[in-house]
C-alpha cells in the first residue's frame, strides 16, 4: 500500500524567505507520479507541481520546485520568495502506477504554511 | 483548459434528509471520477470511485448505501448523502482523472452542515 508522510503540521516563514516542505513516499511501484497541491481556507485544490518517478530532472514551476531524491523516497516541495498569499495548506500525493485501470491519488496529511510579512 | 464543475457550494441540511452534490466535467469526458472526504485540518480521504456506466467501488470502510454514488453519463458523477447525520459534516470533493495538471481535475468542494 502506499503511503505519503508529511512531518510538518505548520510551518512560519517570513515574507520573501525560501521554505521547504517535507514529503516522503512509500511505494513498492516502481513507476508513480508525485503531486503537490495548495489547498486556501476556500477548499479548492490548486495544483503546483508535478515530478514522474522516471524524471531524471527535478521539476519546477515558476516559484515552486520539487526537491525528489528517489533513492531516499522523498519529494519536498521548495518555495522560493515566499508571499502572503502562500499562506495555505500544502498536500503532499502520490498516483499509483499508470498501467491499467485507473489511477488513484493517495495525500499527505498536509502542512500548514503561514507567512509573516 | 479542463474544469470540473461541482454543485453545490455549501449546503445546510436537517439530520434525517438527503443531499445530492453533482460533479460535472466541462471539455473533456470523465468516464472516472474519484470522491473525496476531508474533515476539518485534516487530509482528503477517498471515499470511492465511479465509473461512467459501472457500480461505484468504495473504499473499506465507507457505508455503500450512506454514500450513493451515480455516473449516469460521461460528464456527470453524482454523489448523495442519504440520511445525513451531523458526523457527515464535513468537506466533499470529487476528481476526475484527465485534462491538464497531469491529469487530475478537482471540483471547487461542497461544505456540507448536517444540522
Known amino acids: 500500500a502506499q503511503k505519503i508522510t508529511q512531518t510538518q503540521p505548520g510551518m512560519f516563514v517570513q515574507e520573501k524567505e525560501a521554505v521547504t516542505l517535507d514529503c516522503t513516499y512509500d511505494?513498492?511501484?516502481?513507476?508513480?507520479?508525485l503531486f503537490w497541491y495548495k489547498q486556501p481556507s476556500s477548499g479548492e485544490m490548486i495544483f503546483l507541481i508535478y515530478?514522474?518517478?522516471?524524471?531524471?530532472q527535478n521539476a519546477t514551476e515558476g516559484r515552486y520546485s520539487l526537491n525528489f531524491q528517489k533513492a531516499r523516497k522523498s519529494a519536498n516541495l521548495v518555495i522560493s520568495a515566499s508571499q502572503l498569499g502562500d499562506s495555505a495548506m500544502y498536500f503532499c500525493?502520490?498516483?499509483?502506477?499508470?498501467?491499467?485501470?485507473?489511477?488513484?491519488?493517495?495525500f499527505g496529511t498536509g502542512t500548514k504554511l503561514q507567512v509573516i510579512p | 483548459g479542463a474544469v470540473v464543475s461541482q454543485h453545490p457550494s455549501r449546503v445546510i441540511c436537517k439530520s434525517g434528509t438527503s443531499v445530492k452534490i453533482e460533479c460535472r466535467s466541462l471539455?473533456?469526458?470523465?468516464?472516472?471520477m474519484f470522491w473525496y472526504r476531508q474533515f476539518p485540518k485534516q487530509s482528503l480521504m477517498l471515499m470511492a470511485t465511479?465509473?461512467?456506466?459501472?457500480?461505484?467501488?468504495?473504499e473499506q470502510g465507507v457505508e455503500k448505501d450512506k454514500f450513493l454514488i451515480n455516473h449516469a453519463s460521461l460528464t456527470l458523477s453524482t454523489l448523495t448523502v442519504t440520511s445525513a447525520h451531523p458526523e457527515d459534516s464535513s468537506f466533499y470533493i470529487c476528481?476526475?482523472?484527465?485534462?491538464?495538471?497531469?491529469?487530475?481535475?478537482f471540483g471547487s468542494g461542497t461544505r456540507l452542515t448536517v444540522v
Open positions: 511505494t513498492s511501484d516502481q513507476s508513480y507520479g
Open positions: 476528481s476526475a482523472p484527465g485534462g491538464v495538471n497531469y491529469g487530475y481535475t
Open positions: 515530478q514522474g518517478s522516471y524524471d531524471e
Open positions: 471539455d473533456f469526458q470523465a468516464t472516472t
Open positions: 500525493a502520490m498516483r499509483d502506477s499508470p498501467s491499467g485501470g485507473y489511477q488513484k491519488v493517495t
Open positions: 465511479s465509473n461512467e456506466g459501472s457500480k461505484a467501488t468504495y
